[in-house]
């Protein structure tokens, strides 16, 4: 799937849509499953918070945005365990990374029909810090996307500009990090449809967003995180915690032994859960 065109179009945009990742019969699997997460275990709440929203929305709108939401989806099923230690994926991954490859999390965002939550411009990099840029996103699509269901949408090449600061605060408190409004503007971004499927990869640095979903169903996306297992998390979600390796072997570095069993804490209640 990654040749050396699609290497350098990576490096040098920040990002990658690669087509028919997945076949129809896992699709299937993976959204049987998260029909059942969806009942189980999902979230629906205001999704994230911040003066970007009445940047994107008008008053009523953005009361009645949402967005759907659950963390580490491939703790809770087999077929999306199965799809995102894909062998396929990973050796891709391996390609762009140049390195063994690690899973960090699996995220779900659906944009609920109508007023379905826009995404401001932002990296991911302030959600789950590293030591350096060894990170890829991958989104996994679940639909189509297009314009109106709020595809996803990259500055070409933000990556290479390094960590931009971020606005993580207001006077009201703490808000979900997003870049300046003014600045940074989903009109200035390439948007990157793609088909269920189809993956969209993204280096962690590279500044992304996406439009609200105004059509009458809901647009779906599982974002998933994967980093050279040598790159170091300094602070955010998922902090920590060792991921399965989908690619490659995990290097010794300066470990000073293997991984300790002992107890894993039980799961944060629900309060505590972050909103990214
Ligand atoms: O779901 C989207 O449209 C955007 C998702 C996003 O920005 C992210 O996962 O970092």
Redesign the pocket.
Known sequence: MIGPAELEKYNELGYLHIPGVFTDAEMDAMDADLAVLLTAWAQTDMGWNGPWRKAYMDSETEKQSKLTHLHDLHLYSAAWCRAVTSRKLGAALGILLNASVELHHT?L?I?PPSTGHP?PM?Q?YP?YPHTDERYI?V?VHLDDTCHEN???RFLPGSHKAGYLPHITETEAGECSPHLPTHTYRLEDTIAVPAKRGDVVCFNILTV???YINSTDQP?R?V?CGYRDPDNVQTSGQSCGRPGLMVHGTRPRGNAPGPFSTEIIPPPAAVSDVEQ?
């Open positions: 995220t965002h944009k995404f932002h991911d959600f996103d989104l709020g595809e996803i992304h967003g996406s647009r996306l974002r990214e």
